[in-house]
């Protein structure tokens, strides 16, 4: 598997000619100097990544301090005021600082290589968004530090990562927590954005050449959704966040509900910001899964334009679902209506696309690599997550769960069965590409089925206290209500996986000292960022590469029998 | 196991491949994400029409800024005429024009402030007066800065048009740029609808 499977004697992809000369060693103050003025997209995707993977774990020690304390009833390991800042900064950590740093990360690393181009469309730009993330995760943590203020209360925001009005305003977050979380997510609101436009213009402007708007992996193409996705979803939240900060610093009464304003308001605008959110998290993990799916299956990806269409179909319905966030606020029928059949709208495009990974899986001759191990749980986490969705998606079942554990387990499921479950499939699979080594296979499966377990006992198991009334956001519980011995289960999962973890983070550093060289395409895939030695050079490619078919490797594999004759 | 010496995937097809400039296409997707703010500050501003529990109203105060706006909506129609000089490489007419345009926003931004220091210390209409205080300084403020960051831009090519530095060369940039000023005018044209006649 190490060895090159494409047909090319020599260097892959070719170097450019000049001869390599004894380099001098570069001295660590070089080597930072280096890593923090880089334009390069895929340093820069790397930083992202490794950003991402580092609060993964910051946010996985918060979620076990949280279990921890609800593994007894009756616990007083940690007081109500800590819990509150716990889920608050698990939650806010989780979505913005792993799942946006991390896709965004993958999406720089591969969009310029799989379309044969040598960097984004606006490299500095590339930059200035990575140090804008990297400045929000500073600033939402130092309201550890900082964030006490003149009034000296609390340490850390602690009114959920949806920041409920009047919750977030002066009368009721004194200090300077709620200052500090607004700015990180505006300032990495602008990093967000900066990406996203950098996305467009590079998926437009860069292809090379014969690489057309349907010939791209699917990888770009649901990329570029997202990136259009971002643009109409974080600027509302950025918007709403410079109005609370407007109400906290001038004085402003947006949210004021005594001055007339409108707590409501701040809902409707952050859950239009926050469910378009939920895809613009799982679309890219989507698109990890229709590139390893295939290549494990050794079979070109079934129905291509069908799942152009449904990424672009769940980008446009996902806009019109925001309110089923808020059936329990109490609206209109006509609106509960409305959001309940939008809602399940939604189903249908995502259920095409199971259906499309499944019949690629049909037939083909699978290779289990831990890889596509997890892409295929999640492929199964998925649809059960889903289903899950369409039931809370029925306004009185809502009504009645809404406030509970079950929710919980709802959306955990989507975020760690299906993101999470993608970024390690994507990570064992583009590892070799972006370090020249392979994960270990071994540690891998370990990775893979202790985490396996561990995301079922926690997760499968958390819908029951759910549907026997256990609220969410509760410090403790009265013991009798049925609800220990699936609280102590749910934590031992979370054990699990924090040992699956470990298990992973020790691959990550192993094998990067001592795998396997990988080689220019341990995979024998099909796109083009195989085309490149591992890891690339700075410019990608020596000369620009030249496409006839949606993959363009397997043409040049077999000759005798290239796509570009059936497309 | 043949040998493939270059790296070219099959043979290069003869034909152009043209592509969207990256200026256009990124100019255009920060307009899209910039309308999407605009847009939540607007909703903002029109869900809160009347809800101010206490005065200043907007009918009590507000005046309709009809020569400000025509001088912001008329330098679209300058910067065009500017775009087309350079075009043709009439530079002497392009810094003309490019001057009108700077000075037309300038005069806008003038305009406002005057309306601003009326409404503050003659009206006593601050942001945190009331909601319509509120509401109104951040959208016309949220536009406002859009001027700003235009005017700074525009200056800085009239500086560098001035020394002489700007030639054809820079076409694309420059209407980049002017993709820009058309946004920013034309969300002028929606504030002035939702502050000065739908919310007054």
């Known amino acids: ?567 | 196991m043949s040998a493939v010496p270059v790296p070219v995937i099959a043979q290069a097809p003869s034909e152009s491949w043209p592509l969207p400039d990256r200026g256009v296409v990124g100019m255009f997707a920060v307009i899209v994400a910039e309308s999407t703010i605009f847009l939540i500050f607007v909703v903002a501003y029109v869900y809160n029409i009347g809800r101010s529990v206490s005065g200043p109203t907007p009918r009590e105060v507000l005046d309709l800024p009809i020569f400000n706006s025509i001088c912001l909506l008329s330098s679209s129609f300058t910067i065009w005429l500017a775009e087309r000089a350079l075009k043709k490489g009439a530079m002497r007419t392009f810094i003309g024009w490019w001057a009108l345009t700077a000075a037309l926003g300038a005069i806008f931004l003038v305009g406002t402030g005057l309306e601003w220091h009326k409404l503050i210390y003659k009206d006593g209409l601050t942001i945190s007066t009331n909601l319509f205080g509120t509401t109104f300084y951040s959208l016309v403020g949220l536009h406002a800065s859009h001027v700003i960051v235009g005017l700074v831009m525009l200056s800085l090519v009239l500086a560098f048009a001035l020394a002489g530095k700007v030639g054809q060369e820079h076409r694309q940039r420059i209407e980049v740029l002017g993709l820009y000023w058309h946004f920013v005018d034309m969300v002028w044209v929606v504030v002035f609808t939702v502050v000065y006649i739908i919310g007054r």
């Open chain 1, 1 to 567: 598997m190490a060895d090159s499977t494409l047909p090319i004697d020599g260097p892959v992809g070719g170097t450019i000619g000049v001869p390599h000369e004894v380099e001098d060693v570069p001295t660590w103050g070089e080597r930072l100097h280096e890593w923090v003025t880089t334009v390069d997209h895929k340093k820069l995707g790397l930083m992202y990544i490794g950003y991402g993977l580092l609060f993964l774990l910051v946010g996985g020690i918060e979620a076990l301090l949280i279990r921890l304390q609800l593994f007894f009833p009756n616990n007083h390991f940690i007081s109500s005021v800590v819990f509150n800042r716990l889920f608050t900064m698990h939650g806010t950590t989780m979505v913005f600082m792993v799942g946006m740093t991390i896709i965004i990360g993958f999406a720089n690393y591969l969009v310029p290589l799989m379309i044969g181009a040598r960097d984004m469309a606006f490299p500095r730009l590339n930059a200035f968004s990575f140090w804008m993330t990297a400045l929000g995760g500073l600033f939402l943590y130092y309201s550890f530090i900082g964030g006490v203020g003149l009034q000296g209360a609390g340490s850390a925001p602690d009114f959920t990562w949806w920041g409920y009005a009047p919750l977030t305003e002066r009368a009721f977050s004194r200090g300077h927590t709620a200052d500090y979380w607004a700015l990180a997510l505006i300032v990495q609101g602008f990093g967000t954005i900066g990406a996203a436009v950098n996305i467009i213009a590079t998926t437009f402007s860069m292809r090379c050449k014969g690489m057309t708007l349907f010939r791209m992996p699917l990888l770009v193409w649901l990329n570029l959704v997202v990136a259009g996705m971002i643009l109409t979803t974080i600027s509302p939240l950025t918007a709403a966040q410079i109005m609370l900060t407007i109400d906290r610093y001038l004085g402003g009464h947006f949210f004021d509900s005594q001055a007339g304003g409108s707590p409501l308001l701040w809902f409707h605008f952050f859950w239009i910001f926050g469910h378009p959110e939920v895809y613009v998290l799982v679309l890219p993990a989507f698109a990890i899964a229709n590139e390893v799916i295939p290549t494990f299956s050794r079979k070109a990806i079934f129905g291509y334009p069908a799942m152009v269409a449904a990424s672009v179909g769940i980008g446009f319905i996902s806009v019109s679902v925001w309110a089923h966030h808020m059936f329990t606020v109490g609206m209109k029928p006509a609106s509960n209506a409305f959001f309940v059949l939008s809602t399940e709208l939604v189903g249908v495009p995502t259920a095409i696309k199971i259906f499309n990974w499944i019949a690629t899986m049909w037939g083909g001759r699978i290779r289990f690599t831990t890889s596509m191990l997890f892409a295929t749980a999640f492929v199964a986490q998925f649809l059960l997550a889903g289903l899950t969705g369409i039931m809370l998606s029925v306004a009185p079942w809502n009504w009645q769960l809404h406030g509970t554990y079950f929710v919980v387990a709802h959306f955990h499921y989507v975020l760690v069965g299906a993101i999470v479950f993608c970024i390690f499939s994507g990570l064992y699979y583009w590892y070799p590409k972006m370090t020249g080594k392979l994960l270990d296979e071994r540690l891998g499966k370990w990775h893979f089925w202790l985490f396996l377990i561990g995301f079922h006992m926690t997760f499968d198991l958390m819908h029951i206290p759910g549907l026997l009334g256990m609220p969410r956001w509760i410090y403790t519980y009265q013991p009798g209500h049925g609800w220990e011995i699936w609280n102590q289960l749910v934590g031992v999962g979370a054990v699990f996986q924090a040992v699956a973890m470990l298990v992973f983070v020790y691959n990550l550093v192993h094998s990067y000292l001592k795998g396997t060289d990988a080689g220019p395409d341990p995979w024998d895939a099909w796109t083009l960022e195989w085309f490149t030695p591992s890891p690339p050079p700075a410019y990608n490619f020596a000369t620009e590469p030249v496409v006839r078919s949606r993959r363009p490797l397997w043409d040049i594999k077999h000759p005798e029998d290239p796509d570009w004759k059936y497309e």
